[in-house]
């Protein structure tokens, strides 16, 4: 069995820019691609940031119990981790990370024990996170009220994560979360 690296975050608080920076260290690391029953947003492809399902394929998978974990998010869409994800990147003898809400980060974490090391993104203050919103400019301003209602839920969950790395300044947090995750894999 390999090891797991869980990064969650309310979204705007750069966890993507943050794995994605982690992720061309040439660190011996897989990204795990969740499955989703949203639409793609702006350059997503379908195998790159997700794979992309209707709600009817999603809900086969689910009762063919192919995932790991899954959720219901934002009255609507799921989002979830398929065991196929898990096995492909540990036969490349790598470990995965994913990118996760809370919930389904204390989930695998729960389910992985010490072979985990969940990771939490955290704003500075929820003001910060509503401009990156608006300035990301993919969202309506419904989705991003419900967005930063479910953050303001999310902080408060940050204790239970292993680490929690706040990103104010994105270099200071670039070298902190390399930091944190060479401990973990070497
Ligand atoms: P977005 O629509 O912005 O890509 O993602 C919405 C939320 O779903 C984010 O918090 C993201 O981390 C979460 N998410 C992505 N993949 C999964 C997954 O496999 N399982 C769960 N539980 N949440 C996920």
């Known amino acids: ?10 979204s705007g608080s750069g966890k993507s820019t943050l794995i994605n920076h982690l992720m061309q260290l040439g660190l011996p690391l897989g990204f795990s691609i969740s499955a989703t029953s949203r639409a793609p947003r702006g350059t997503e ?19 063919n119990d192919e995932f ?8 609507g869409s799921l989002y979830g981790t398929l065991r196929s994800e898990i096995d492909r990147i540990w036969s ?3 470990t995965i990370v994913f990118d996760i809400d809370v919930a389904g980060a204390l989930n695998i974490k729960k ?32 989705r991003i ?5 479910k953050a303001e839920k999310e902080l408060s ?3 239970q994560f292993d680490k929690i790395v706040i990103n104010d ?18």
């Open 68 to 75: 790991v974990e899954y959720e219901e998010v934002y009255g």
């Open 45 to 63: 492809q379908h195998g790159v940031e997700y794979y992309f399902l209707s709600e009817a394929d999603f809900r086969a998978k689910i009762a």
């Open 157 to 159: 969950f940050s204790p």
């Open 145 to 149: 009220e419900q967005r930063l209602a």
């Open 92 to 94: 490349e003898g790598k």
């Open 169 to 186: 300044d994105l270099a200071t947090a670039k070298a902190e979360v390399e930091k944190v995750v060479r401990e973990f894999i070497f």
């Open 1 to 10: 069995m390999g090891k797991i690296l869980i990064f969650s975050a309310p």
């Open 111 to 142: 389910i992985f024990g010490q072979q985990a090391l969940s990771i939490f993104i955290q704003p500075p203050s929820i003001e910060a996170l509503r401009s990156r919103l608006l300035g990301r400019g993919t969202d309506s301003l419904e």
